[in-house]
């Protein structure tokens, strides 16, 4: 991370905010660990990809890794060669840095989770050198970097709020220390200015929490599911899905007039069914409007579903409530993120560009 360290992300009126600033921030909140640990997993992974005994590992083939490659590139809006390297070069990586997290996230999507690393990130240590550089890469390429330093922007803006309200809070004599195992990069800190930036952010997050009580009332909650009854109505569904709506109106056909079970024709058709829970959101307009005048065992098709034709049988459906846990937390999340949202907009400038 050292390429980055010093450069700044943004700014709020005369104060800007850095990399290491982002780093702290995420450290604080225990999020770094976990880029930490993905780095750790990858590096692990690949060792035992690259050798010949012990337990077999499935490699990525070079058309998979170069497919892998072109969709990051192509997600990036980054076609050009010169577009490439010019994005690398401020992220203070190259291609063989970047290549390398391709594979390693290859392969951590192939053995994903706590038990399939479990075993390999207990095998040899590896450099420190080798272990910063996969940090630098999966912080940056993940997307990881950019969240944080959203989320930092965010308790910013919420702190800047309450300042120019007069209702800033000190911060503590004392910061309090980062979670425990916390691996952070060389940040060039004294550990005078480490303390001090960490109490800084302290009453930032607290800055944050009080925000979110007073964003986040019963009142609040009550009137933004008011204002998405249609949107969170949730629809218990089975649904077919078809490459064409011939074969889709045939489908419909078998199961409407020749009395066939919608799974059998799924299975007929050599495709399987999406069953669940869905919100409406979840669909386009000509779909939500079918489906919210419908009730529990209509059968509606064909219907135009992105690239496939679909088949929807209707199970159940249930209008949201703020008196529902999951359409509360929904309600409670979308309020907190439109309050924020608006603070970030209207407080600050953004200076890094990649």
């Known amino acids: 991370m050292k390429a980055l360290i010093g450069r700044p992300v943004f700014a709020i009126g005369e104060t800007e905010y850095c990399w290491e600033d982002v780093i702290l921030a995420g450290a604080v909140r225990g999020e770094w660990s976990a880029i930490v640990r993905r780095a750790r997993a990858g590096l692990a992974l690949l060792a035992a990809a690259e050798e010949e005994e012990g337990e077999p590992l499935e490699v990525p083939g070079e058309e998979e890794i170069d497919e892998a490659a072109n969709e990051f590139r192509y997600a990036q809006n980054l076609i050009a060669a010169d577009e490439m390297e010019a994005w690398l070069e401020a992220w203070g990586l190259d291609v063989g840095g970047w290549m390398e997290w391709v594979v ?119 009137g933004r599911v008011r204002t998405r009854q249609t949107e969170w109505t949730r629809v218990d569904a089975r649904i077919l899905r078809l490459p064409s709506e011939d074969a889709a109106r045939e489908a419909l056909t078998s199961i409407r007039d020749d009395g066939c079970e919608i799974d059998e024709v799924a299975a007929d058709a050599g495709t399987g069914l999406a069953e669940g829970t869905f919100f409406l959101e979840e669909f386009d307009a000509a779909i939500r409007d079918r489906l919210l005048a419908s009730v529990a065992g209509d059968l509606l098709g064909p219907l135009r579903d992105g690239e ?47």
């Open 308 to 354: 496939s034709w679909a088949i929807f049988s209707v199970v159940d459906k249930k209008l949201p409530s703020a008196s529902d846990p999951e359409i509360a937390d929904r309600a409670e999340k979308s309020l907190l993120r439109s309050a924020l949202t608006r603070e970030v907009d209207n407080r600050v400038s953004w200076r890094w560009r990649a």
């Open 104 to 222: 390693m996230d290859l392969l951590r999507n192939r053995n994903d989770g706590e038990e399939a690393w479990a075993a390999r990130l207990a095998g040899p240590p590896v450099d420190d050198e080798t272990l910063a550089a996969a940090i630098h890469a999966e912080a940056v390429c993940s997307g990881a970097l950019g969240k944080l330093s959203y989320r930092l922007a965010e308790w910013a803006a919420v702190h800047t709020r309450e300042r120019e309200a007069g209702r800033e809070e000190e911060p503590p004599a004392e910061a309090p220390p980062l979670p425990a195992g916390t691996e952070l990069p060389p940040l060039d800190l004294s550990g005078e200015e480490l303390s001090r930036r960490l109490g800084v952010l302290n009453a930032y997050r607290r800055a944050y929490d009080r925000f979110t009580v007073e964003v986040v009332t019963p009142e609040a909650v009550a």
